[in-house]
């Protein structure tokens, strides 16, 4: 069964969206994911944007943050535009910013849900209480012990009590949030998927997301353990899953999308769906093509999000954009997208036949 958080079929549930595009319309988005800072106060060895030769590092530069004022602007857009939610990501690490607790109070002020992914770092006691009733929270953590963190984050391995401690104290006080933890499995720390299972659950949150770093070496990079991942992903989730805890293994998943990373359509909807929104005030088509010239669509330097988006520069980049030729890459919303095609299809054949 597909748990809610995780279903590739959420459009449904935007059938208003969804009839534009039948209708050969460009819609607004229904989530953005922002990018307020570039700056991590880690060093990810796995961290795509900072990886030589990886789609989303063609133009990154760790030292962009949005200022303040344009933060906010763009939230504001957001509203105008009609955008359903907000989803802080990076980049960078999205609480290195000065201004992100405003951001945050901005973003419910206006009626948007929020979301965050994080590596926990710096989640102070103002940032919990103001996470205690958002959409979700994940925190990235990708280990299950100190020296490993301390390893592939390259940060003092005293870091991984202080995320732990944080992980529980928002577990504990959380209301309508959706706590969860994020494990990104790659060769130094596949071997702990089930013990990092079993620590997480212990500490009260609600999921556990097992998934697979994205390199210039594709499928390839996994094949010394792959093995041994898939068996521990599956067995953290016969044993540690039930009515209060989800263990979503998408490690399967991500494997095939790296295998196959090889577009053969030239429309992709869920560009208008989820656009992405960099620190250097880029708007791209996705976390895959963000900070790349195949995905850059405009800047909001000199205008609003709401007025890039409206354009004649968009328009025209939206109509010119081929998957088929300018992505080409391993792509996390394939499956989505193709799921839209059938969606908006003009005469889709025998749907009677359920």
């Known amino acids: 069964m597909i748990k809610d958080e995780y279903s590739p079929y959420k459009v449904v549930h935007h059938p208003e969206r969804l009839a534009q595009l039948r209708h050969g319309e460009q819609i607004n988005p229904v989530q953005v994911h922002l990018v307020p800072s570039n700056r ?20 990154f530069d760790s030292r962009d943050i949005m200022s303040g004022p344009k933060l906010m602007e763009i939230l504001d857009s957001c509203k105008a535009l009609g955008v359903r939610a ?75 009590t202080r995320v732990t401690e944080n992980v529980g104290k928002l577990a504990r006080r959380k209301k309508g949030t959706t706590l969860g933890i994020g494990f990104v499995v790659n060769a130094e720390n596949h ?22 770093a994205f390199t210039p070496s594709g499928v390839g990079y996994f094949d010394s353990f792959f093995q ?24 399967g998943d991500r494997i095939a ?9 030239d429309y992709c909807p869920m560009k208008e769906f989820v656009p992405y929104i960099g ?33 004649k520069e968009k328009r025209e980049f939206y109509q010119g ?23 908006i299809k003009d005469d889709p054949r025998h749907i009677n036949y359920i």
């Open 40 to 59: 991590c106060n880690q060093s990810c060895t796995f961290c795509a944007y900072r990886m030589p030769e990886y789609s989303s590092s063609q133009n």
């Open 191 to 212: 071997r702990e998927i089930y013990d990092a299972c079993r620590l997480f659950k212990d500490l009260g949150v609600d999921n556990f997301r097992i998934s697979a």
């Open 257 to 265: 999308d790296l295998f196959h990373g090889d577009q053969d359509y």
């Open 279 to 311: 620190a250097d005030l880029g708007v791209y088509t996705c976390c895959m093509l963000a900070y790349n010239d195949n995905g850059y669509i405009g800047s909001l330097k000199d205008k609003s999000f709401e007025e890039l988006w409206n354009s």
């Open 321 to 343: 954009h081929s998957p088929r030729t300018l992505c080409r890459i391993p792509c996390m919303f394939e499956k989505k997208n193709r799921f839209i095609h059938y969606c």
């Open 86 to 160: 907000v989803q802080y990501t990076g980049g960078g690490e999205p609480l290195t910013h000065p201004d992100i607790a405003e951001a945050f109070r901005r973003t419910l002020d206006l009626g948007l849900d929020l979301a965050l992914v994080s590596n926990g770092m710096a989640l102070t006691d103002e940032l919990i209480d103001l996470l205690t009733d958002v959409a979700w929270v994940r925190v990235s953590v990708d280990c299950g012990n100190p020296a490993t963190y301390s390893l592939i984050r390259r940060v003092k391995s005293q870091v991984f």
């Open 228 to 251: 041994s991942a898939r068996d521990l992903a599956q067995r953290a989730k016969e044993e540690f899953e039930d009515a209060n805890f989800t263990v979503f293994n998408l490690f």
